[in-house]
């Protein structure tokens, strides 16, 4: 095992952008808990426990989504993209805190977390791509659109050269300065959908339980 | 377009900024802008304008809160598109939230994230109603409800007449003369209402309703006054005139000491006083309060009433009003008042919490300045009709019983449309 004696510059920096970017989500997390759930005084008629399982499981499912089933190579590519981005969120918390253990990542596993982001990597290109020639899409996109899915894509990209050549302090700089600029952002633009996205999903199942609509028939 | 008044902008600008519940802060933060929701809108998929997809009404809220609420939308507002609430802001959103939105909230069930799309254009009629800036037909009907009691000012005396009228040909049809239709009478179970269409336009629908009372042996009044089930003040995004209509339909149950609120057939009047109006009043009602779908299931069961469902034999389908199937969980419940009354039951596709809005709702009625559009959305529904080759199509709501009329003239579907009190009533063994 080795020992790292002292963190780089780069080390540092992202140390500092994850605890911004931590306390920014943890922030928006308190908030959200504090302002609680809507409190209806309409009677109930379903079973509000049942509609929120319903929201974040079967209702999550392609066959009931026509964004989903209509949609399958776009959804099936969002997807990837997403495991992916957590993936590299996963390898990102492993990194920072592998720069005192300096655990060495076995190389067969490196380069098999290397290929399944490389396709994350190509799926996010793909949606951005889509979002560049579609005329309809680009039409209502905003420069937050390309920015978030530009750096979590860049980001998944050198998370895979990272794992593939841990070795080579060029590419592990360009890693966390990356990730740098990836967890500033992370919280501000339309990525911060990773905290919205399950409160979104709890207040449909809430709206829908109330009223006895999910679970569904 | 004339300036809009700053102390009603600040006004509109404090609804995205006060909550007492996360639930606006969510949806206001989760859209992705993927776009994937285009295709369960009506809008969209008839005219096939980006304008219409159910992200772009989203963001033009969402960008008004940034540019005020968030540190990108304040200090880089174009990195976010975070866009200031001004004089063209508010013209796109009149076109966008009320012209092109009957908030159906068919998209919020396909939505990738599950952003609550008809809350936020909900939220943004509330900031053009603080404006002023609500369609002027939708606000003459919302002014009618509150000046009369009800959305088509309909004058009492005539009312009455009408409800006379009716009584005499209940009494004609059951060959009863004590049978009647009940004004203003107190300590009744039942405290029903009615769509002012029904008087105005189709008074047979209210005989109907009757002739299920008469052969349920209920107790039962109808208000000369505030018998109206609609709330306009609903869709006008106006929560105080959504109130006061609110309020002066409660407290008339109370004035008449009734046991039972029934809410006739509405979706949205349903909507609105089932699950907004406690919250509008600030607390729950002190009696019990249900659709008159879910009353005539009560009665079914209890075998109240018998029904020879061999007397509606004709091919029929279901239009499923999305304020009480999809956002009001009566789907089971109108599937089997209708198995219990009708012999040949053919299914739209799609159908039940995932049929198509019928194009008339969300206060487009009442909006003359889009009919066009709505007229056009409304194939959608045509063609789930036609497809289904049924003879009658019944459906449990007023206003989708008008949009079906004028689609049924417009396409040439040749089927008639009925109520449920009226297919339940056809089939009544008294």
Redesign the interface.
Known sequence: MVVYSAMEWYHILAWVASVICFGIFFGHFI???R?????????A??RTSAGIRY?YIN?MMPQ?????Y??LP??TA?IIYHLGTFLSLLLLIFSLINIWIGWKIPELLGWILGGCLLISTLCGLGVLIKRIV????R???????Y?SNGLTTIFQAITALFMAFPHLPAVEMVYFIISVLFLLWFP???T??IL??F??????GY??GR???WP?? | MKPIDPVKREKALALLASTSDSKLLTHLNSCVRCGLCAISCMYYDTFHEAKYIPAVKVDIVASIYKRYNTFLGKHAPKLVNARPLNEETAEEMVDLLFGSCTMCGRCVTHCSIGVDISYLVHKGREMLAEMGMVPASLQSTVDAAVQTGNNMAIPVEEYTDTIEWMEEELQDEVEDENARIPLDETDCNIFYTLNPREPKFFPLSIKAMAKIFYAAKESWTLSSKYYDVTNYGYFNGNTAEATLIARNLHDEVLRLKGKRLILGECGHGSYANRWEGPNYLGHSYEFDMITAVELIKEYIDSGRIRLDKSLNSEPVTIHDPCNLIRNGGLFKTLRYVLHASCSNIIEMDPYGNDNHCCGGGGGQLAMSEYNERRLGIGKIKADQISKSSAKIVITPCHNCVDQLLQLNHTYKLNVKIMTVAEIVANALIL
């Open positions: 908030r959200l808990i302002f609680g759930m809507p409190k209806d005084k309409a009677k008629q379903g929201a209702s009931h989504k026509e964004s989903a209509l949609h776009t959804y969002g579609k005329q309809e899409l039409s209502f996109s905003n420069p937050d659109d920015i501000l633009g339309k911060r959908h919205y996205f409160f979104a999903r709890l207040h449909l709206f829908y009223r006895g609509t569904e028939h």
